[in-house]
């Protein structure tokens, strides 16, 4: 049984280690099956190093802490999908779709990749609660409290319209996971709420 898991919540909320999480439990479950992460921030830390105009463009949104457009996000994860889907693999999302439109772009490519049952995992954290973790995870892109601060606004802006959006949606099974616990009690949470069998 095919897994396809977006995980969703504000900078800082731990999609990254419950991302880690469940790759290795799929693992451990389905050793045959291997999973396709996309974690968003990473694709586009890489590709900004590329030359062009697109990249210098994308560059300067990354350094100010703003959100990528949506069409640089869904060309992103289309170009992996039709590079790398063979149709036998879990498929976990991290850090993407960030706007409703995104979602609904991805909406369309699920059917077509018959990927069944697609599960959104939203990491509930505060806001104060997302600001500590940042400060103490010591990445590159956490240091300057102005970009943090841009990053935690296009949230509310962009996400919790794409979050509410999975809500109402009966395509989805909607996790609410209560991310300010011990990452072992989020993950227990996760499991509890995946029909994993």
Do not use: C
């Not at 960030?98 to 699920?110: P, Q």
């Not at 949230?155 to 919790?160: A, G, K, L, S, W």
């Amino acid at each position: 049984m095919l897994q396809t898991v977006i995980f969703i919540g504000r900078s800082g909320s731990g999609k990254g280690v419950q991302s880690a999480h469940l790759q290795e439990y799929l693992k451990g479950k389905y050793p045959e099956t291997p999973t396709l992460y996309i974690e968003m921030g990473d694709y586009f830390r890489k590709y900004i190093k590329s030359d062009g105009l697109t990249w210098e463009r994308a560059r300067e949104v990354n350094q100010v802490g703003g959100r990528q457009p949506s069409f640089l996000a869904v060309w992103v994860w289309s170009e992996i999908f039709i590079e790398k889907l063979t149709g036998n693999e879990h498929l976990v999302f991290d850090g993407t779709p960030r706007s409703v439109e995104e979602a609904r772009l991805l909406d369309t490519a699920f059917p077509f990749y018959r990927r069944e049952n697609p599960t959104v995992v939203f990491l509930n954290v505060s806001r104060t609660w997302a600001e500590a973790r940042l400060a103490g995870r010591g990445r590159a892109d956490d240091v300057n409290p102005e970009v943090v601060k841009r990053r935690l606004e296009f949230y509310e802006q962009d996400v919790v319209p794409a979050i509410e959006y999975y809500r109402a949606s009966s395509n989805y099974r909607f996790l609410d996971i209560i991310g300010e616990q011990t990452p072992a009690k989020v993950f227990e949470d996760i499991v509890a709420g995946l029909d994993i069998k």
